[in-house]
């Protein structure tokens, strides 16, 4: 059964402290791994697809890259505002159009 | 440019009664997913529509049905609605069958009591 497992379940840091948030799924059949950020009461926002092992995407403070076997999303000097769960998805080539969801990171970065 | 749209955006039912949530993808888009997700957890896929067509289904029981309508809008029904039906029920657009990049509404808080 293809799985997404997120960690840290939850993850606390002073604003400017880097970390790294991991999504490792199961190894057959990935076509691609989506992050989402979503803020409390609300619909994931998209961040970031990636393809292939080796691909890195980034967006202001966050690097997202993918393994063979894992993708970890990297906040560099992170600000209050980027408190918020953090989603990774994967899309696999026998489950259709299906994204299957780790269970989420939640960030709280404190000023 | 109109992202996907929910609605309602927030919904009390009683145990037992019937709900019916609506959705519309963006604009070009020809696929609408559906997801459910509970409090602390990841969403879980319930349905997925492209070209007003059932392409797959999760485990969810025979209570929970959808459709497609020819301007690509969707609805996700529930009949007879458990407390546990108690959720955020998230709708996903994606350009085509397979998944590039798939865009979620702002979802339906649905309360059963």
């Known amino acids: 059964e293809d799985q997404v497992t997120q960690s840290p379940e939850a993850l606390r840091l002073q604003e400017g402290e880097s970390s790294s948030l991991n999504c490792s799924y199961t190894v057959s059949g990935l076509r691609g791994l989506f992050w989402y950020r979503q803020d409390p009461g609300k619909g994931p926002e998209f961040l970031f697809t990636?393809?292939?092992a080796g691909e890195e995407k980034e967006k202001e403070r966050l690097k997202a890259t993918l393994t063979k076997k894992e993708s970890f999303l990297h906040i560099t000097a992170p600000k209050p505002e980027d408190s918020a769960t953090y989603l990774c998805?994967?899309?696999?080539?026998?489950?259709?159009?299906?994204?299957?969801f780790g269970q989420g990171t939640e960030l709280s970065v404190k000023p | 440019d109109a992202g996907v749209t929910q609605s309602p955006t927030h919904l009390i039912k009683t145990r037992g009664q019937h709900v019916t949530l609506r959705c519309s993808p963006i604009s070009g888009h020809k696929s609408v997913s559906w997801y459910q997700q509970v409090l602390g957890q990841g969403p879980q896929f319930i349905f997925q529509?492209?070209?007003?067509?059932?392409?797959g289904r999760g485990n969810f029981p025979d209570r929970f049905s959808a459709r497609q309508f020819p301007n690509y809008s969707s609805e996700l029904n529930v009949n007879a609605l458990l407390l546990g039906d108690s959720a955020l029920y998230l709708c996903?657009?994606?350009?085509?069958?397979?998944?590039?990049?798939?865009?979620f509404g702002q979802g339906t808080r649905l309360t059963v009591v």
């Open positions: 996903a657009s994606t350009i085509g069958g397979l998944n590039t990049e798939a865009f």
């Open positions: 529509y492209y070209e007003k067509e059932e392409r």
């Open positions: 990636l393809y292939s």
């Open positions: 998805a994967g899309f696999f080539y026998n489950q259709g159009g299906k994204l299957i």
